[in-house]
């Protein structure tokens, strides 16, 4: 199974967001597309969509020539639903944290 | 965006704050959870959930009145992570700031002394 947190690694990177942000956006795209949309040479972009797709958040085929790269859903939910959870277990404890300090000021 | 991150503002002084944050009781009562151990550093802690659930967690980092850092240890359906609270003054109370980040196993942390020899062993 892969590991969830190498998702989070993958994605600490503003270049490699940058990168989900234009393929979100393209669909598909070749390294080549991608590079002439960003301020980085085409082996760097090769370099962060192979850390991408170790993440499992991007896939590639090869179309004739070119490889076509593509965002694959599932690692995002993952990562999403993780996020609403732990997020929403934080708003109830600092919730009653706050209830708590106000119990004990009485 | 790989963290969760919550700040909320207090009309407490950060060491009331700290007081409940650092009693494993009044910790359990915000937490909802029974807590176990000491809130001491390398310490393992233990909660658990009135339905029975259990979450261990070790302290990595206590600084009164204002920081505690501890890594929930992952369970079956959980990702380890870490947990950074501080507690900062403000005119009229405290704003505590919480940041939980997942961690990934890849990184975690192996001794720098016993890794080398183990990695020359196998080359």
Do not use: N
């Given at each position: 199974?892969?590991?969830?947190?190498?998702?989070?690694?993958?994605?600490?990177?503003?270049?490699?967001?940058?990168?989900?942000?234009?393929?979100?956006?393209?669909?598909?795209?070749?390294?080549?597309?991608?590079?002439?949309?960003?301020?980085?040479?085409?082996?760097?972009?090769?370099?962060?969509?192979?850390?991408?797709?170790?993440?499992?958040?991007?896939?590639?085929?090869?179309?004739?020539?070119?490889?076509?790269?593509?965002?694959?859903?599932?690692?995002?939910?993952?990562?999403?639903?993780?996020?609403?959870?732990v997020g929403?277990a934080w708003d109830?404890r600092l919730?009653?944290?706050?209830?708590?300090?106000?119990?004990?000021?009485? | 965006?790989?963290?969760v991150?919550r700040?909320?503002?207090?009309?407490?002084?950060?060491?009331?704050?700290?007081?409940?944050?650092?009693?494993?009781?009044?910790?359990?009562?915000?937490?909802?959870?029974?807590?176990?151990?000491?809130?001491?550093?390398?310490?393992?802690?233990?909660?658990?959930?009135?339905?029975?659930?259990?979450?261990?967690?070790?302290?990595?980092?206590?600084?009164?009145?204002?920081?505690?850092?501890?890594?929930?240890?992952?369970?079956?359906?959980?990702?380890?992570?870490?947990?950074?609270?501080?507690?900062?003054?403000?005119?009229?109370?405290?704003?505590?700031?919480v940041?939980?980040?997942?961690?990934?196993?890849?990184?975690?942390?192996?001794?720098?002394?016993?890794?080398?020899?183990?990695?020359?062993?196998?080359?």
């Amino acid at each position: 199974m892969r590991d969830p947190g190498s998702v989070f690694d993958a994605l600490g990177d503003a270049t490699r967001r940058r990168l989900v942000a234009e393929l979100s956006a393209l669909g598909g795209a070749s390294s080549t597309d991608l590079a002439r949309r960003m301020p980085i040479s085409r082996q760097a972009v090769c370099k962060h969509l192979d850390l991408l797709a170790d993440a499992g958040l991007v896939s590639s085929q090869r179309h004739g020539r070119a490889v076509v790269y593509r965002l694959t859903p599932e690692p995002f939910t993952d990562a999403v639903s993780w996020m609403t959870q732990v997020g929403a277990a934080w708003d109830d404890r600092l919730g009653a944290l706050r209830s708590q300090l106000k119990r004990r000021r009485r | 965006m790989t963290d969760v991150e919550r700040e909320v503002v207090l009309p407490a002084s950060p060491q009331d704050v700290w007081d409940e944050v650092i009693d494993p009781d009044r910790l359990g009562e915000w937490f909802g959870a029974d807590v176990d151990g000491e809130l001491a550093e390398g310490e393992p802690v233990r909660f658990t959930s009135p339905a029975g659930g259990e979450r261990r967690a070790v302290v990595e980092r206590v600084e009164p009145p204002r920081r505690l850092v501890f890594r929930w240890l992952p369970t079956s359906d959980e990702p380890a992570s870490r947990v950074e609270i501080t507690i900062d003054e403000i005119p009229d109370g405290a704003v505590v700031h919480v940041v939980e980040r997942r961690i990934s196993s890849a990184v975690t942390p192996t001794p720098e002394i016993g890794f080398r020899p183990l990695a020359r062993a196998r080359a």
